[in-house]
T-cell receptor
Framework: GENVEQHPSTLSVQEGDSAVIKCTYSDSASNYFPWYKQELGKGPQLIIDIRSNVGEKKDQRIAVTLNKTAKHFSLHITETQPEDSAVYFCAASGGSRLTFGEGTQLTVNP | EAGVAQSPRYKIIEKRQSVAFWCNPISGHATLYWYQQILGQGPKLLIQFQNNGVVDDSQLPKDRFSAERLKGVDSTLKIQPAKLEDSAVYLC????????????FGSGTQLSVL
């Protein structure tokens, strides 16, 4: 089955800096890659997703890039704000099941 | 639009007891998922329903876990008997179509098994 690895497990940045989270996946048939943000005591919330026929997607301060050959994808957050502090999960799917990474705890220091 | 509703919010039980969780998905969402999230890990799929039929329950420990979705709307997840390793947050999610895109998650039920 699919295996998703996510790095780093913790990331601390200063407000206004950029943050990058990277994930690799094992199944070359995977074609859908979402990113979820989970705040304390809440369920994960979809923030951006990308399909394998697209190399990059942007939504305001958030962008995701995909390298199908290397089987890795990344989340980029620019101009970070304290409210960006949360756990971020990447996931991959080649069919009906999502496989999640282990998560990255992002802390944005004011 | 109301989100995915789950109850209870917290549950503490002793091992070998039974427990049930309830989920009400977003209105009109045909697909419903139950995920288990152990502390410090990503969510892991337990079971997926399409309307009231099971699509994927390959990762559900069927000797102790059961789930149903009557009338294709609400769903319940039951554990009987519970083990210490079942301590986790149980998340319910729903999506409009039959794919795993655009999942909406509830806030989950935090289960502690003592």
């Amino acid at each position: 089955g699919e295996n998703v690895e996510q790095h780093p497990s913790t990331l601390s940045v200063q407000e206004g800096d950029s943050a990058v989270i990277k994930c690799t996946y094992s199944d070359s048939a995977s074609n859908y890659f979402p990113w979820y943000k989970q705040e304390l005591g809440k369920g994960p919330q979809l923030i951006i997703d990308i399909r394998s026929n697209v190399g990059e997607k942007k939504d305001q301060r958030i962008a995701v890039t995909l390298n199908k050959t290397a089987k890795h994808f990344s989340l980029h957050i620019t101009e970070t704000q304290p409210e960006d502090s949360a756990v971020y999960f990447c996931a991959a799917s080649g069919g009906s099941r999502l496989t999640f990474g282990e998560g990255t705890q992002l802390t944005v220091n004011p | 639009e109301a989100g995915v509703a789950q109850s209870p919010r917290y549950k503490i039980i002793e091992k070998r007891q039974s427990v049930a969780f309830w989920c009400n998905p977003i209105s009109g969402h045909a697909t419903l998922y139950w995920y288990q999230q152990i502390l410090g890990q990503g969510p892991k799929l337990l079971i997926q329903f399409q309307n009231n039929g099971v699509v994927d329950d390959s990762q559900l420990p069927k000797d102790r876990f059961s789930a149903e979705r009557l009338k294709g709307v609400d769903s319940t997840l039951k554990i009987q008997p519970a083990k210490l390793e079942d301590s986790a947050v149980y998340l319910c999610a729903s999506s409009l179509g039959g794919t795993i895109e655009k999942l909406f998650f509830g806030s989950g039920t935090q289960l502690s098994v003592l």
